[in-house]
T-cell receptor, first 110, second 113 residues
Framework: RKEVEQDPGPFNVPEGATVAFNCTYSNSASQSFFWYRQDCRKEPKLLMSVYSSGNEDGRFTAQLNRASQYISLLIRDSKLSDSATYLC???????????FGAGTRLAVHP | EAQVTQNPRYLITVTGKKLTVTCSQNMNHEYMSWYRQDPGLGLRQIYYSMNVEVTDKGDVPEGYKVSRKEKRNFPLILESPSPNQTSLYFCASMDRGLPEKLFFGSGTQLSVL
């Protein structure tokens, strides 16, 4: 099993739709999780942190399921500007070792 | 402005010709790291540094060297590049222990012919 796995997509959704991505991780000891957004061939940027059961920031909600070892990202009322690749990031053995998932690509269309 | 500056943005070279990709940060971060990104594989860590003169291997260190002589700079050196090192490279720095404060450079697209 890969350390961090994501559905590569693409998820093609219309504006206004609600879309959710999952990310599974193998290290049961991980305590914190992060979602990054990456626009095409550009640097990743932090979207959200998840330290307990979940986190919410406007249209974005991240949830953690420790029993099943996955985190999810829910985007409500999708905008064209949400089109990007979403990377799941999990620290393994400390913050000096961050494992990045391969990313899930989202395409929002008019 | 807080930033990580990486150069060059694009680089095309030939097999065996030594090259250096520079990385500099102005946030006084102790932690710096190099990643490569390949399609379907996500970002993989090459080397990281916890402080000046302290460097450690990441997951894919073969064929790369780094140095950390001063806190702000963390160059990536390819002594003898090969085509399998064609990739998109990112430098990053982090306020120690705070992944929310992980900042990336704008990336270097390297092609080795």
């Amino acid at each position: 099993r890969k350390e961090v796995e994501q559905d590569p997509g693409p998820f093609n959704v219309p504006e206004g739709a609600t879309v959710a991505f999952n990310c599974t991780y193998s290290n049961s000891a991980s305590q914190s999780f992060f979602w990054y957004r990456q626009d095409c061939r550009k640097e990743p940027k932090l979207l959200m942190s998840v330290y307990s059961s979940g986190n919410e920031d406007g249209r974005f909600t991240a949830q953690l399921n420790r029993a099943s070892q996955y985190i999810s990202l829910l985007i409500r009322d999708s905008k064209l500007s949400d089109s990007a690749t979403y990377l799941c990031v999990v620290p393994y053995g400390g913050y000096n070792k961050l494992i990045f998932g391969a990313g899930t690509r989202l395409a929002v269309h008019p | 402005e807080a930033q990580v500056t990486q150069n060059p943005r694009y680089l095309i070279t030939v097999t065996g010709k030594k090259l250096t990709v520079t990385c500099s940060q102005n946030m006084n971060h102790e932690y710096m790291s190099w990643y490569r990104q390949d399609p379907g594989l996500g970002l993989r860590q090459i080397y990281y540094s916890m402080n000046v003169e302290v460097t450690d291997k990441g997951d894919v260190p073969e064929g790369y060297k780094v140095s950390r002589k001063e806190k702000r700079n963390f160059p990536l050196i390819l002594e003898s590049p090969s085509p399998n090192q064609t990739s998109l490279y990112f430098c990053a720095s982090m306020d120690r222990g705070l992944p929310e404060k992980l900042f990336f450079g704008s990336g270097t697209q390297l092609s080795v012919l």
